[in-house]
């Protein structure tokens, strides 16, 4: 059993196609049998954490021995053919257009400044020596990193900094909101408190873009209490936090759970613009966990949702602006975003608009956006199509 | 009187309160002044930043992308250049050891030439000959040293000593070059403890000292040093025709020589080449000042050394022979693929007295060593033969045949640590080539002594 969808553009430039066998071997059949023959020059997997993700890593990799893949696992896929769960999603980048190195960073919890500089340092270095700057002209940087790892500003902000001007986005794995382990796929490998840099260089135009659907409003929340270093609030209004947070929000404090996460974010305000700040899980002891980080004495906004649909349609409009038909999205899209969109009817449809899109990705624990962590928001980098010379 | 007492206690509850909101937005605001950084502050710097970025204007994104280009094609160069100079310097050590090969050979006729009683005349012109086969032997060395440099397969081995012993023994050698020209040459004596390597930096400055005899026709040269800028400056001083401003670049280019129809037509015009490319590996800057008809100055700046840490610099030869007896009548086995070699070879131990058998490969030596019917006192074999086979290997299929640990020496071009490494641990003397005959002799009366 299983199904391949259909290949995206098969003369194209980058081909995506999902599978979903009953085992991570057959997912990583149905993955071969659709791209293997291409000339790739990387191969990304999104994979559901509903197979053995170090199982599904080295079957794929036995699979496509040239070319390099590298992946995480998900709290949802998007497909070619849209939303799914417990499927793999798998992106082939095609040697004639692309080049990628990537390296693993692996013990995230030392992670240091130093450690971002000479990785980045090392994969440019790589880089140079694989494609010519004449051939293929624009680059971009993609990073896959644990999404329990509560790293990431770290990471992000290191990584950023180290690349100067090449754009970077990318997203934080999950496990289908069991907030357990996530893993990233390098090399045939799995690891935990990891991430992978990617470094693309590309004939093709590409953006990286970011959007978001929540405004605030004027009700404000004071952090008085938190554990900054486990991204953990305790007290809110010197209240407990999950208790105020659902009385600010007008939630039953009893009842609430991703659904009213999503649905209820808090912001905070920083230079003129407002951020997610997305809840990951209620605790025993009535404090709340986030996705992000936070601190003592943060000001949250309680945010209010506009049409989702909107900031997504602008975000296809502006970047074919900018860079004309698409081939491709490659998008990171907070699991929050789809919980949300579920629980408004919305999902078919949303689902359908990234369809018709050409979206493809994965559902995430967090979006990196250049330097920054976010939350909340659907984050990624579009591909050009080739500019035929006439 | 019961719900007074309650707002109060409500009324204090909400003071409590705001309180504790108070003092945590303070401690924010006083911690947002902080340099220390938490993983929140990165947020904030992030966006910070993002802002900044898109306040950039689009000419110095374009001015980073030319300069990205303009990076890239010089990277492209680079790797060209870095690809054709590996390149270069595989062919060099192939042609060096092509080379050295028919030198060897060369050289070994030319002493057992010397060996014969000859007439004056003869005897001056084997002289004049085998002179001429040093000087090419000294630059295919430097030629080799320069590619092993160049490929990366041999590093400058720096160490700390006094320059003075380098600049004398020198000017020893070169005192009969430059009195025959009616030259002056002086060297000035000097404490100073530099860091180099003794053997590259007495190529520098032989090939210095050597270029300013060359092209001196009247007056002399100087050979002079002194600290400047924590550095020491040898000074090789002539007082020959001066070279032009626009010449100057030029002179370091291989195969550029001085003015046309000048007096020496001895070298290659690669002297002060080398002398550049060995004073880049040892990243000791090279000067030049000059003016045209009085004279020129170049200079060499070396680090200075510690004093206490000095050792004395090794002499450019090996010593001179100690052990010249006790050759007359032993049985020495040649084997060497080249018969040219063998030829010389066997033409000079026989004029020193030995009873030579000669073979081309192990296996025929083995058929000489039985028709003979006996074991040689000694065999002098070459480390490459013909298929492959190694001289190390044909040595110890004698050993074995004789049942006896015959002394042995391999002889090699190959000029690698690598090769004399492997021939040390079988146990087996290393002389590289070309052979000097002296060398040979007192290895041999060594190994038989």
Redesign the interface.
């Known amino acids: 059993m299983g199904f391949v969808s259909a290949v995206h553009n098969d003369g194209g430039v980058v081909a995506a196609a999902a599978a979903s066998g009953a085992s991570a071997q057959e997912a990583a059949d149905e993955i071969a049998r659709k791209l293997l023959g291409l000339d790739l020059a990387a191969l990304l997997v999104f994979v559901s954490s509903d197979y053995d993700a170090a199982e599904f890593a080295r079957e794929i990799a036995a699979r496509f021995g040239s070319a390099p893949v590298v992946g995480c696992t998900t709290a949802g896929e998007m497909t070619p053919e849209g939303w799914t769960d417990g499927a793999v999603v798998a992106i082939g980048f095609k040697r004639r257009d692309f080049a990628m190195v990537a390296r693993p960073i692996l013990d995230l919890a030392h992670f240091r400044v130093e450690d971002g500089r000479v990785i980045a340092a090392e994969l440019r270095a790589e880089m ?2 694989l494609a ?3 051939e293929m002209e624009h680059a971009f940087a993609m990073l896959l990193i644990d999404g329990m790892c ?1 790293r990431e ?2 990471v ?2 290191a990584l ?1 900094r180290a690349l100067d ?1 090449v754009p970077i986005v990318g997203g934080s794995a999950g496990d289908a909101l069991r907030f357990e382990r996530t893993f990233v796929i390098h090399g045939g490998k799995v690891y935990g408190d990891a991430a992978v840099l990617m470094l693309f260089k590309t004939r093709l135009p590409i953006r990286i873009f970011k959007c978001d659907h929540f405004e605030p409003t004027p009700v404000k929340m ?4 938190a554990d ?1 270093e486990r ?1 953990i609030v305790r ?1 809110l ?3 407990p936090a999950a208790q105020e947070y659902a009385r600010v929000s007008g939630l039953a404090d009893s009842s609430l759970d991703p659904f009213s996460f999503a649905s209820h974010p808090v912001l905070v305000g ?2 003129g ?1 407002y ?1 997610a700040r997305s809840i990951q899980r209620v605790n025993p002891d009535g404090s709340l966990s986030f996705f ?8 949250f906004t309680a945010a209010r949702r506009r049409d989702p649909f909107a900031c997504v349609r602008e975000v296809f409009h502006r970047t074919e602006a900018e860079i004309g038909e698409v081939e491709m999205y490659i998008g990171f899209e907070c699991v929050l975003r789809r919980l949300d969109a579920e629980r408004e009817q919305a999902a078919h449809e949303m689902s359908q608009l990234y369809r018709a899109n050409r979206v493809v990705g994965f559902n995430t624990y967090g979006e990196q ?5 976010v939350n909340q928001t659907f984050t990624g980098v579009a591909i050009g199509r080739r500019r035929e010379v006439a | 009187m019961l719900r007074v007492e309650d707002d109060r206690r409500e009324l204090e509850r909400e003071i ?3 309180k ?2 108070n ?7 006083e ?1 947002s002044f902080d340099k220390e950084f ?14 900044q ?1 898109r306040r950039r204007t689009h000419e110095v ?1 374009q001015a ?1 992308r030319s300069i ?2 303009a ?3 010089l ?2 160069a680079k ?1 060209q250049a870095e690809a054709a100079s590996s390149l270069k310097s595989a062919v060099l050590t192939s042609i060096s050891h092509d080379l050295l090969q028919p030198l060897n050979a060369a050289r070994l006729a030319l002493s057992a030439l010397a060996e014969i009683d000859l007439e004056r005349e003869p005897k001056g012109l084997v002289a004049q000959a085998d002179r001429g086969l040093a000087t090419l032997e000294e630059l295919i060395r430097t030629l080799l040293d320069l590619s092993k440099l160049d490929a990366g397969v041999a590093t400058p081995d720096l160490r700390d000593f006094a320059i003075d012993g380098v600049l004398q023994s020198l000017a020893g050698e070169q005192a009969r070059a430059a009195a025959k020209r009616g030259l002056k040459l002086r060297v000035a004596r000097s404490r100073a403890v530099v860091r180099s390597d003794p053997l590259l930096l007495r190529r520098i400055v032989q090939n210095l000292l050597a270029n300013a005899l060359r092209y001196t026709r009247r007056g002399g040269v100087l050979v002079g040093g002194r600290a400047r800028g924590g550095r020491w400056i040898v000074e090789v001083w002539d007082t020959g025709p001066g070279i032009a401003e626009e010449r100057r670049e030029a002179i370091f280019q291989e195969f550029q020589r001085g003015e046309a129809g000048s007096a020496g037509g001895e070298g290659f015009g690669l002297g002060l080449a080398i002398v550049r490319r060995l004073a880049l590996a040892l990243d000791h800057p090279i000067g030049l000042s000059s003016r045209v008809g009085k004279g020129s100055i170049f200079t060499v700046s070396l680090p200075i050394g510690e004093a206490s840490a000095a050792t004395a610099a090794p002499a450019a030869e090996r010593a001179a022979p100690i052990f010249c007896a006790g050759l007359g009548g032993a049985k020495v086995l040649l084997i060497d693929n080249d018969p040219a070699v063998l030829a010389a070879m066997e033409a000079l131990l026989t004029r020193w007295g030995c009873d030579v058998a000669v073979a081309q490969s192990g296996a025929e030596a083995l058929d000489r060593i039985r028709a003979l019917g006996g074991a040689p006192d000694a065999v002098v074999a070459d480390l490459h033969l013909d298929h492959g086979e190694r001289g190390a290997d044909a040595v110890a299929a004698i050993r074995r045949f004789v049942q006896r640990l015959v002394p042995a020496i391999i002889v090699t071009a190959d000029h690698s640590e690598a090769a004399s490494e492997a021939a040390a641990r079988g146990g087996l003397e290393v002389l590289r080539k070309p052979v000097r005959p002296a060398e040979l002799r007192s290895l041999l009366s060594y190994l038989l002594g």
Not at chain 1, 369 to 373: E, F, I, R
Request: proline content about 1%.
């Open positions: 140079a020596r010519p700057a004449a509560r500003e770290a992000i902000s950023h001007d004071v952090v008085t209490e900054s991204r007290e209004n010197a209240e920083v230079g613009e951020y992000c980080a936070i601190d003592e004495g943060l000001v956006y250049q330097a920054m962590h | 409590a309160k705001l504790k909101i003092a945590a937005l303070m401690s924010r605001v911690r938490n993983a929140y502050s990165l947020f904030e710097t992030a966006i910070a930043l993002d802002n970025v994104q980073l990205e280009r990076n890239d094609e990277l492209r790797q």
